[in-house]
């Protein structure tokens, strides 16, 4: 009988279902280390036996052991893949005009967002020209809860990041009908950048 992989991109993990929806296993966990995933995305799959994972965020593709009735899900090989430009800060920065930075603690589970802000910041900074070339999109709901951020928690994050010498700030997504995050509120903090911060 065969197997059904799925890429649960979201929460940074691989599930594995029978041809008649049963599930049978799970696998990865968040972080950067090996067996770990961040973004899995595309996945293939070789005779039933090893799962090549693209691990979207790590920049690499990780190859796991599924052979067998109990498989052991263990990594037997991973390969960098440092083209990935979409992905590489670094490399989206030398490549690019400009590069969007999806500043969402939310999403990352970061359990603290005024440090994630800040180590975002500072890795932005050690690029050759990081802070002209960077927008910092910061998100306006929790996808995770499906909650709003109230506006002025992204207020106050926008006039931290202008502190910082942040010069690019937007935010996703934007609802006009029930007029979220604030529109007035917004505007507001976005014309409060200072003049210096205009490249």
């Known amino acids: ?8 991109t979201g929460n940074k993990r691989i599930l594995l279902y029978s041809t008649n929806g049963a599930f049978i296993a799970q696998f990865g966990t968040a972080g950067t280390g090996v067996g770990e995933l961040d973004e899995p995305v595309g996945i293939a799959v070789w005779h039933d036996q090893l799962l090549a994972v693209a691990d979207t965020w790590n920049q690499r593709v990780q190859i796991f052991d599924v052979g067998g009735e109990a498989p052991s899900f263990a990594v037997v090989g991973s390969f960098d893949i440092a083209g990935w430009y979409s992905q590489s800060l670094e490399q989206s920065l030398k490549k690019y005009d400009f590069t969007a930075i ?13 440090q994630f802000y800040q180590n975002l910041v500072k890795r932005v900074n050690q690029q050759p020209q990081g ?69």
């Open 1 to 8: 009988m065969g197997k059904i992989y799925i890429s649960d």
């Open 102 to 114: 999806m500043a969402m603690p939310y999403m990352e589970q970061a359990p603290d967002a005024k």
């Open 131 to 199: 802070m002209k070339k960077a927008v910092f999109e910061l998100q306006a709901v929790n996808w995770r809860t499906s909650e709003k951020i109230p506006t002025t928690e992204m207020t106050d994050t926008i006039k931290s990041l202008y502190q910082q010498g942040v010069l690019h700030v937007g935010y996703y997504p934007d609802d006009p009908i029930q007029g979220h995050p604030d529109p007035e509120e917004m505007r507001k903090v976005f014309d409060s950048k200072s003049y210096r911060l205009i490249p």
